[in-house]
């Protein structure tokens, strides 16, 4: 099931720069929900997503099972695990599709989905 662009504000760290746009959300099986912020002239950290996206995952009513979640900007990535149950998440580290170092995090970024694509199948 997919579900469309929501639209939101949101305020810069200094209070006077205020964005205002879409958040594409794509839910797949209820269960991974990815958020993709666009974003052309300012650098806005990837975990400014999180509460809308953890409001997001929180309505999903299949609360017995985890659920997953992925935020990004198109550089930057970060998972979530949410157990609605006890009502805590997990993050994971931020992965930046872009490095220098002798990692692709991009490569890293597709094992993740992969996995968690792997778990949802599962029957």
Known sequence: KIRGEKFVKVEINNGDTVLEGFIDA???????????????????NVLQALPQTLAYMMANP???????GMI???DDYVFIKLNQQVRQY???????????????NLFRV?????????LLVQP
């Open 26 to 44: 794509v839910v797949v099986q209820n269960q991974f929900w990815v958020v993709v912020i666009e974003e052309k002239r300012f650098n806005v």
């Open 62 to 68: 299949n609360s017995e099972m985890p659920g997953f």
């Open 72 to 74: 990004t900007t198109g």
């Open 90 to 104: 997990t993050l994971s580290d931020k992965f930046t599709a872009i490095s220098r170092d002798e990692n692709n």
């Open 110 to 118: 597709l094992r993740v989905i992969k996995r968690i694509t792997g």
